[in-house]
């Protein structure tokens, strides 16, 4: 593992920028940026050290922003000689005060807080603003403000109530931005940091997904060498991308368990099965495992949430531990595992957990493996899915709507039946139907019928019901961290509706769930 490792970096070093984080919520959609600009960008701990930095020599930093006032005690910071490497540094909202303070300027309790978009005006003689117009909207977040600027720096931008909305020190590489360019709200922000990776850091742009796919392939062929490598294959995007790669690199060497444990959307075992099956278009061993009724039986009677959770994922280690034995030893145990899924489980910024996932951390010990492989541990799902079209998996695969590990086991509040499975299952098709049919697959971050476990009484045909209401859900996201809820049409709406209450047996309500994130979150459970 450690040869791969060492090898993927020297591949990537030659233009990396890293991403230093302090806790900000953006710390992703900052490396996501980057990226689309074509430069291979990675999310460090502001405690990473000094020497581990100079060892990576990146062509460029950048300094998150996060929660904490710079001038505190215990406050996230670094050293100053981050700033004496000669390598250019960009910091954003706390990477830009604190980057302030650490040279000697001062950083205050903002008289007024700025908060939202906001009218900011910037020199564009720097290189920073280049092609950017004199007055742009921005998007502002702090409470503190940068009262003096450090020596040698000069204000580059203001607005009506923050006198240093960016400064630099272009002889020294030093950029420091109050506002926040990563996220959309900042109209011009992405062209501002195309500007610093590819004008200041002269990255050239050479991270693209063919190039990502030709060495992975090389590089995947020369670890396994003649090795067997086993994979639990979900039907996710990630997996399928996974399994889509090693396919291509080591051909039948790739056994694919796909466990079908009954919670999956309509006929997508099925569709599963097609793309990656005996009759598929990948050279692959395919397994599939039926194994519905089991999990059916293991959830009968059980409404709670976590408890649901724990019993679809410790089944499924169950299953595939049984068809891992029948297949004996392997040399490789690979994994859809995405930069995400790192990042998210504290391994690599410095950002809160916000949840474990099951391809990180601790690793099985109920298949006799000897490593790991993870071939798209460095991507973000948008690069994972322009991979996908690279490696010739079908569109509607690669643009499959997120779907949670514990299935449909938590889009059905309370008990899970198979009644209620193929009710979710019918009122969650139709939806996404009419939804494509709309042409508004593409332009929302996800959506899905859910069942609640509400009855009410209903007329239909002059008889009286008592069944189900279903809810739909449709979300707008950039990092599924937060949310607000797709302002869907109408008219739209009022088919979905109609639809689900004449079709679908056992439904004669149908409502819409308008709830953002926060307070709520994206799944029902």
């Known amino acids: 593992m450690e040869n791969e490792t060492s090898s993927m970096e020297k591949k990537l070093s030659d ?20 990226r689309e600009c074509n430069v291979y960008c990675e999310i460090y701990s502001y405690k990473t050290d000094i020497e581990r930095i100079k060892e990576m020599a990146p062509k460029g930093i ?7 006032s710079c001038y505190e005690k215990d406050a996230p910071s670094y050293s100053k000689e981050l700033f004496e490497l000669g390598i250019p540094v960009l910091g954003l909202c706390y990477g830009a005060q604190l980057m302030m303070l650490v040279l000697g300027g001062k950083v205050e309790k903002a008289p007024v807080r700025e908060y939202g978009k906001t009218q900011v005006h910037v020199d564009s003689t720097s290189p920073l603003f280049a092609d950017v117009a004199e007055s742009t909207i921005c998007w502002m977040s702090h409470f503190d403000y940068i009262s003096k600027t450090a020596s040698d720096f000069c204000v580059t931008a203001h607005t009506a109530d923050c006198p240093v909305a960016a400064a630099e020190c272009p002889d020294k590489k030093l950029y420091a931005i109050q506002f926040h360019p990563e996220v959309l709200h900042t109209v011009e922000g992405t062209k501002m940091i195309h500007n610093f990776v590819r004008g200041v850091c002269g990255c050239t742009g050479s991270w693209r997904m063919d190039s990502f796919v030709e060495e992975s392939v090389k590089q995947i062929r020369e670890r396994v060498g003649d090795g067997k490598v086993l994979l639990a294959l979900s039907g996710g995007v990630d997996s399928s991308v996974a399994a889509g790669l090693l396919s291509r690199a080591i051909g039948k060497q790739l056994t694919c368990v796909f466990v079908d444990h009954g919670l999956l959307r309509k006929d997508e075992g099925d569709e599963v099965e097609a793309v990656f099956g005996a009759n598929g278009d990948f050279d692959l061993n395919f397994i599939r495992v039926n194994a519905q009724e089991r999990y059916y039986a293991k959830l009968a009677d059980v409404t709670e949430p976590e408890r649901k959770r724990k019993i679809i994922g410790e089944e499924f280690i169950r299953v595939f531990e049984e068809e891992a034995k029948k297949i004996g030893a392997v040399d490789f145990l690979a994994q859809g595992t995405i930069y995400p899924d790192v990042v998210e489980s504290g391994l690599g910024g410095e950002s809160a957990v916000i949840k474990s996932h099951h391809n990180v951390g601790g690793l099985p010990d109920y298949v006799d493996f000897k490593e790991i492989i993870e071939p798209l541990r460095d991507l973000f799902k948008d690069e994972v899915r322009r991979a996908g079209l690279e490696l010739g998996i079908p569109e509607r695969l690669v643009f499959r709507q997120p779907f949670p590990g514990p299935g449909l086991g938590i889009r059905i509040i309370g008990e899970v039946t198979a009644e209620k499975v193929r009710i979710v299952q019918d009122a969650d098709a139709i939806y996404r139907e009419e939804i494509a049919k709309a042409g508004l697959d593409r332009s929302i971050g996800q959506y899905f019928a859910a069942l609640t476990n509400m009855r009410s009484v209903g007329v239909m045909g002059d008889e009286r019901t008592y069944d189900y209401a279903v809810a739909l859900r449709a979300v707008n996201t950039v990092d599924f961290m937060t949310a607000e809820c797709a302002e869907i049409p109408f008219a739209v709406l009022q088919t979905v509706m109609s639809r689900i209450i004449n079709e679908v047996r056992g439904v004669n309500r149908v409502v ?9 979150t994206i799944e029902f459970e």
Do not use: C, H, M
């Not at 950048?62 to 904490?68: E, F, Q, R, S």
């Open 15 to 34: 233009e990396k920028v890293i991403v230093i984080d302090f806790g900000g919520q953006y710390n992703q959609l900052v490396a996501r940026r980057v």
């Open 62 to 68: 950048i300094l998150t922003g996060g929660p904490n």
């Open 512 to 520: 819409y769930d308008l709830t953002s994130k926060p307070p709520g």
